[in-house]
């Protein structure tokens, strides 16, 4: 039973360009949301986040943006750069929930 | 900035045997949370101390699985009569707690880990 689910298990975007990393989530509980960024032999760094009472955070390149009626959320990253690549995790957590995480999405820019 | 540190960074041992890993959190963070990460997975929760207390302890593991956060400081995870299935990354993170018992809305900072291998 998968609270929070990213779909894609990866994607490949040309530099320069958006990237667009989805994350859908079944409990209604959650009231905060959180991106991560993994590389290898790391521990997850983390990017950004959002509260359940705003639909959209910005932080430099990095924005999600949160639909609660669709229990959607999205981080975008523009313009993406080689440094980018890793990989993604998506989290929530909410009242007595602790932070669920997603399996990740593998995120690689294209020089 | 001094982030969440833990020893050691690998560990291989034999079935049967008993290991211990350690974390040092941010030390201005009173909350600290232990998690497993086995490969194509994101981490999976498996408990939290805010000070020295232990607030949710319900999913560890198996009773083979514990851990102690004695002085509010510095955490350990011991798993005793180690399986080959609890061959898997272990990551500690700390964040600051604004009390009660409810996940504050606190981004966790993250250790890179303590790779656990069962011969």
């Known amino acids: 039973d998968q609270q929070v689910k990213q779909n894609s298990p990866s994607l490949s975007v040309q530099e320069g360009r958006i990237s667009i990393l989805n994350c859908d989530y079944t409990?209604?509980?959650?009231?905060?949301f959180l991106w991560y960024k993994k590389y290898p032999a790391e521990g997850p760094t983390f990017l950004i986040s959002?509260?359940?009472?705003?639909d959209k955070n910005e932080d430099g390149r990095f924005t999600v943006f949160l639909n609660k009626s669709a229990k959607h959320l999205s981080l975008h990253i523009v313009p993406s750069q080689p440094g980018d690549s890793a990989v993604y995790f998506c989290?929530?957590?909410?009242?007595?929930?602790?932070?669920?995480f997603g399996k990740g999405t593998r995120l690689s820019v294209i020089a | 900035d001094t982030g969440v540190s833990q020893n050691p960074r690998h560990k291989i041992t034999k079935r049967g045997q008993n290991v211990t890993f350690r974390c040092d959190p941010i030390s201005e963070h009173n909350r600290l949370y232990w998690y497993r990460q086995t490969l194509g997975q994101g981490p999976e929760f498996l408990t939290y101390?805010?000070?020295?207390?232990?607030?949710?302890k319900s999913r560890l593991l198996s009773d083979r699985f514990s851990a102690e956060r004695p002085k509010g400081s510095f955490s350990t995870l011991e798993i005793q009569r180690t399986e080959q299935g609890d061959s898997a990354m272990y990551l500690c993170?700390?964040?600051?707690?604004?009390?009660?018992?409810?996940?504050?809305?606190?981004?966790?900072?993250f250790g890179d880990g303590t790779r656990l291998s069962i011969l």
């Open positions: 409990n209604s509980m959650f009231d905060y």
């Open positions: 989290a929530a957590s909410g009242g007595n929930t602790p932070l669920v």
């Open positions: 101390f805010q000070n020295e207390a232990q607030l949710e």
């Open positions: 993170a700390s964040s600051l707690g604004l009390g009660g018992g409810d996940y504050s809305n606190q981004p966790q900072h």
């Open positions: 959002i509260s359940s009472i705003k």
